[in-house]
């Protein structure tokens, strides 16, 4: 949560208030309670900050616009962790003689002890938040002689937490000091002229392809065009990173003529699935014999990730008979503590790799047990490959729009072809039946592509029908429970509405009790073993009011005579498809959301209090 960006240049061609205005914008997706900039000019700071979305704010203050001749900025998009999202808790934050500014994203857990203890030598403080406690140490430490670089190496180790912070200070105006431990940084360059620090990469991709990814405990002093790491475990010492190439489309970080990011990635889910096609074999037969050796299995995850974990657990263990545990990530020491045991294996989700409970989960069964960890991401080098013995990843190249759509089906993807090739080890499906059901994966992206062309429509008409209600059933039965789950999760995420994502036989258990005339119930329907007894289920809901809706495959007859109204995904009625209808009946319910929160005017791509990348506990 919260992104960070920075530049530091000597490229008189550069408009830096724009840059570092543009920068952040690309980064709004992992916070957008304020926005700040700071620019570093004649031995000044200057700060323009507010509450509230860039766009808003840019209206009454413009924030790309800074003092002639600035060379060095740094920019910051909060989501409120501590302190409410005000302008006053927004970053940068400064020091008491407004000569150090810093931005960061993370936590500093002991900041109220800090503050005390400078608040009774005299500091005073502007806001509530964990931040401003380290300019104020920086100060503290500069003024007892250190220069910038060993202030703030100084002023680190009293802080006890998360962060990624950037740090500028007006004696020292062509540097920028930057420092990582469990939030992500990344340091853009362009050799000899400008370096960047960003949150991300997408943030600075249309400047530079060049970057160095920073670990935990690193430090970094960014100058124009030039950067030196430093080892904050090991005496700060000097050391040499890898620059590494980024391959990716600019493209792929841009809306390119779509309204908004979620859609634009809802129609890009083909592509991405296509690309995730192309795992190795080599990679998913190591996925599928550390399955395979283990004794006990656990897969964890959080949000959409969980969903998908969900899915996939569902159709590796059809074939690897074996028993999958599904812990939510946040809950996972809770509930092994005790009970985790040498060789087991641990499949963790996360398609940003940063969220701060997965890595927990895993960090801790690593030091607690001799444990393998499968990784599904999406980022190349994010913080959670660091703790896993093998990482698949995902291809579905960056998603910006905060709720998670074409990263979740490639990584049911990635599941079903772990499924596939543990059938194919194990030997317990025929070769024919591999290849029909390696056919069936092939052609989700087709399935997918023929539903988008034809339904957009139908979708928009079922959001007008729908349009005031306010509580919503989402219903299934076996795999689909899942999609029934992340389908709620969408239309909840994005257009706020109050959705029940539940099983439909549970359901009869109570929550059925909510049914009057008219109460929208939609019912996930693949024509799977589950399929007879889901058509009970729909006709209890229909003989008490329930306004069905129903996602069926084209030949459905059954479940559609009993529906108000019918999504139908173009694929086949057979096992092969059917074990994989969690990807294909998912654009439906992800179309569905981006709709229903256009109708109710909400911008989908900026669900209220969320962020992308969840970094705090
Ligand atoms: O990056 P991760 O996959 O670890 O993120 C997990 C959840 O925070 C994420 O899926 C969240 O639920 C999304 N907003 C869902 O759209």
Redesign the pocket.
């Known amino acids: 949560m919260c992104g960070i960006f920075g530049i530091v240049t000597n490229n008189q061609e550069i408009s830096v208030g724009k840059v570092v205005f543009d920068g952040i914008k690309r980064l709004e997706y992992r916070g957008y309670d304020s926005c700040g900039i700071v620019s570093l000019c004649n031995s000044k700071l200057y700060v323009k900050k507010e509450a509230g979305k860039i766009d808003e704010i840019y209206k009454n203050v413009k924030l790309d616009e800074v003092p002639d001749g600035t060379k060095l900025a740094l920019a910051h998009t909060r989501w409120a962790t501590h302190g409410t999202p005000t302008k006053q808790n927004s970053h940068p934050h400064l020091d008491c003689l407004n000569k150090i500014a810093v931005v960061h994203n993370g936590i500093i857990d002991n900041f109220m002890e800090l503050r005390n203890e400078l608040s009774s030598t005299g500091h005073t403080f502007n806001s509530d938040t964990d931040t401003e406690v380290i300019p104020h140490l920086i100060e503290d430490f500069m003024k007892k002689g250190f220069n910038l670089k060993v202030a703030t190496i100084n002023a680190l180790k009293k802080c006890k937490g998360a962060y990624a912070i950037a740090v500028c200070q007006v004696d020292n105006p062509d540097t920028i000091i930057v420092a990582r431990k469990e939030s992500p940084l990344i340091i853009g360059i362009e050799e000899g002229k400008t370096t960047y620090c960003s949150s991300d990469i997408p943030a600075f991709l249309p400047l530079t392809r060049k970057c160095y990814i920073m670990e935990d405990n690193e430090l970094a002093v960014l100058k124009a065009g030039e950067v030196n790491f430093f080892d904050l475990k090991n005496d700060n010492e000097l050391i040499k990173k890898k620059i590494q190439n980024i391959e990716w489309n600019i493209d792929a970080a841009e809306k390119g003529g779509y309204e908004h990011f979620m859609l634009k990635e809802i129609y890009e889910e083909p592509n991405a699935l296509r690309l995730t096609m192309k795992i190795s074999e080599q990679l998913l037969s190591k996925f599928a014999n550390a399955l395979l050796s283990a004794d006990n299995i656990y897969i964890t ?5 969980y969903h998908a974990a969900l899915a996939g657990k569902f159709i590796i263990t059809r074939f690897l008979g074996k028993h999958i545990q599904d812990i939510e990530c946040s809950e996972f020491e809770t509930q092994l503590k005790g009970s985790l045991q040498n060789n087991s294996v641990i499949i963790a ?4 790799g ?2 701060i409970d ?1 890595i927990e989960a895993i960090r801790w069964a690593k030091k607690a047990k001799s444990v393998k960890i499968l990784t599904i991401t999406n980022v190349v080098g994010s913080s959670i490959t660091r703790y896993s013995d093998h990482v698949i990843v995902t291809n579905a190249g960056p998603e910006i729009g ?3 759509t074409k990263t979740y089906s490639t990584q049911v993807l990635a599941l079903a072809l772990i499924a596939v090739s543990i059938a194919k080890i194990r030997k317990i499906i025929s070769d024919e039946d591999i290849i029909k059901y390696y056919d069936a994966l092939t052609g989700i992206p087709n399935i997918i592509d023929k539903f988008l062309e034809k339904n957009v429509d139908l979708i928009k008409y079922i959001v007008n029908n729908l349009e005031k209600n306010m509580n919503y059933f989402f219903l299934a039965r076996g795999i689909s429970i899942a999609t029934a789950k992340e389908g709620g ?2 239309l909840k ?1 994005v257009a706020c509405r109050f959705i029940e994502g539940y099983s439909a036989a549970s359901a009869k258990h109570g929550p059925i009790s909510l049914v009057r005339e008219g109460f929208p119930i939609i019912f996930i329907a693949p024509p799977d073993e589950t399929y007879n007894r889901l058509v009970g289920n729909v006709m209890e809901f229909k003989s008490r009011g329930g306004r069905i809706i129903s996602v069926v495959v084209e030949s459905d007859v059954k479940i559609t005579k009993l529906s108000d109204i019918t999504i139908r995904i173009p694929q086949p009625a057979d096992k092969y498809h059917n074990l994989f209808s969690p990807i294909t009946f998912m654009p439906a319910l992800q179309l569905l959301a981006y709709y229903a929160a256009l109708a109710h005017d909400l911008d989908p791509d900026k669900p209220l209090n ?1 962020s992308k ?2 970094t705090v506990h």
Do not use: D, H, N, R
Request: charged letters at 15%; hydrophobic letters at 45%.
């Open positions: 995850a959080a949000g959409t990730s989700i996360s398609q940003s940063e969220t997965t905060v709720a998670a999760l969408k995420e969320l990348t969840v």
